[in-house]
C-alpha cells in the first residue's frame, strides 16, 4: 500500500520551459513534505521542503506547491536547465513513520 | 565540510560472506538512518537511531543488523549475504528535535551478491 505516489514514470520538457513534477499522498498525517533529486550512482539530494501549514515555498527556480485538501503536492522549477535532468523522490515524514515516505521518483529529462 | 560519507561504493561479493558496509557523518547529526532502494523503486527505511547506543528497526523487515557507538558511525553488518540481498543502501542522518528535519544522504552502496 503506496502512501506516497509519483505516477509518472518519466516527464520529457524544453530546456528554458517549466518543468512541473506531481506528487498524491494518502495518509492525512503526513506534516511535512519534501523533495529531493538523485543522478544515477550518487545519494538523493535535499531540494526543497514544504510544511503541512503552508501552501507555497519558493526557492530560487524551485517552488513547490501543497494542496491538503487534495493530498496533492507538486514541485515547479523555473526555468528548466540541462542540469536538471535526473530523477525527482517526493518525500513525506510524519504519520507514524519513523523515517521519510518516498515515492518511486520521476525521471525528468530536459531537452535541448 | 560537514558531510555524510560510506564506503564501499560498489561491492560485489560471493553468497554466504560476511559484510560490513561503513557510513560515517561530520554534521553532529544525532538521527541517522539506513534505506534500501532497488531499481525503479522508493527507499525503504530498514534501520534508524537516535542517538548513541539507539538502534531501532524500520518499516521494510531486514535480515542486517546495525551499531551505533560513536555518534558519527552507523554501521550495517550483513552476517551472511544471499542474493536477495543485493540492492543499494542509503544512509542519511538529520537533526533530531521536537520539529521536522531534513535528511541528508550519503553517496550510497551498490551492494551485489552473486
Known amino acids: 500500500d503506496q502512501q506516497v505516489k509519483q505516477n509518472s514514470p518519466s516527464l520529457s520538457v524544453q530546456e528554458g520551459r517549466i518543468s512541473i513534477l506531481n506528487c498524491d499522498y494518502t495518509n492525512s498525517m503526513f506534516d511535512y513534505f519534501l523533495w529531493y533529486k538523485k543522478y544515477p550512482a550518487e545519494g538523493p539530494t535535499f531540494l526543497i521542503s514544504i510544511s503541512s501549514i503552508k501552501d507555497k515555498n519558493e526557492d530560487g527556480r524551485f517552488t513547490v506547491f501543497l494542496n491538503k485538501s487534495a493530498k496533492h503536492l507538486s514541485l515547479h522549477i523555473v526555468p528548466s536547465q540541462p542540469g536538471d535532468s535526473a530523477v525527482y523522490f517526493c518525500a513525506a515524514s510524519g504519520g507514524g513513520a519513523d523515517g521519510l515516505t518516498f515515492g518511486k521518483g520521476t525521471h525528468l529529462i530536459i531537452q535541448p | 565540510e560537514a558531510d555524510i560519507y560510506q564506503t564501499p561504493r560498489y561491492l560485489v561479493i560471493g553468497t554466504g560472506k560476511k559484510i560490513t558496509l561503513e557510513c560515517s557523518q561530520t554534521m553532529g547529526h544525532d538521527k541517522m538512518y539506513w534505506y534500501q532502494q532497488d531499481p525503479g523503486m522508493e527507499l525503504h527505511l530498514i534501520h534508524y537511531?537516535?542517538?548513541?547506543?539507539?538502534?531501532e528497526k524500520g518499516d521494510l523487515s531486514s535480515e542486517s543488523t546495525v551499531s551505533r557507538i560513536r555518534t558519527e558511525h552507523f554501521p550495517l553488518t550483513l552476517e551472511s549475504a544471499r542474493p536477495s540481498h543485493t540492492s543499494q543502501y542509503l544512509c542519511?542522518?538529520?537533526?533530531f528535535g521536537l520539529g521536522t528535519y531534513e535528511q541528508y544522504f550519503g553517496p550510497g552502496t551498490r551492494l551485489t551478491v552473486t
Open positions: 542519511a542522518s538529520s537533526v
Open positions: 537511531s537516535y542517538g548513541v547506543n539507539s538502534t
